[in-house]
């Protein structure tokens, strides 16, 4: 009767050959958490300074409606406050909106660069890996040949 082939063996002296660098994988998470701060802080700083232009927005409106609440002396009047109001409005409004496209183009800008960085250490990284594997790989092809 054969005897089967025991594979463990071969397969622990082959993966033991094609030893696995965990410094690349902690190195691409570190390399990951960074960025992802880095992006989170652009987004972070951008929601304040939005959120600040809209403050500022909600409180000069309401500012400019109580003008239109008080009692006018003549019908005339409020008809004159209304369109005070509404033209005040709309200059405030395209103040406001000039403001929060020049947050989302700062936002933008800097999510580019962070990106293009990260890309450029990235690619460094990427490429040193794979000299460093492919070294590696013939070094243990060599060794397991030589068997």
Same mark, same amino acid.
Not at 32 to 54: G, M, P, Q, R, Y
Not at 106 to 118: F, G, N, P, R, S
């Given at each position: 009767m054969? /005897? &089967?082939?025991? *594979?463990? @063996? #071969?397969?622990?002296?082959?993966m033991g050959a094609f030893p696995v660098d965990t410094k690349a994988f902690e190195g691409a998470a570190?390399?990951? &958490?960074?960025?992802?701060?880095?992006? &989170?802080?652009?987004?972070?700083?951008?929601?304040?300074?939005?959120?600040?232009?809209?403050? /500022?927005?909600t409180k000069d409106t309401l500012t400019k409606i109580s003008a239109i609440a008080?009692?006018?002396?003549?019908?005339?009047?409020?008809?004159?406050? +209304?369109?005070? *109001? @509404?033209? @005040? @409005?709309?200059e405030v409004a395209a103040e406001n909106m000039a403001a929060f496209a020049e947050v989302a183009k700062?936002?933008? +800008?800097?999510?580019?660069? #962070?990106? +293009?960085?990260?890309g450029k250490d990235v690619a460094e990284e990427a490429s040193a890996a794979v000299q460093k594997a492919t070294k590696e790989a013939t070094a243990a092809a060599k060794k397991v040949a030589a068997k």
């Open positions: 054969t /005897k &089967a082939q025991d *594979f463990t @063996a #071969i397969m622990k002296d082959m570190k390399n990951a &958490a960074v960025l992802n701060e880095k992006l &989170a802080s652009v987004a972070l700083t951008a929601a304040e300074k939005s959120s600040d232009i809209s403050s /500022k927005w008080k009692v006018q002396a003549e019908p005339a009047d409020y008809a004159k406050a +209304m369109t005070d *109001f @509404a033209s @005040a @409005a709309a700062k936002l933008q +800008m800097d999510t580019v660069e #962070i990106l +293009m960085a990260a």
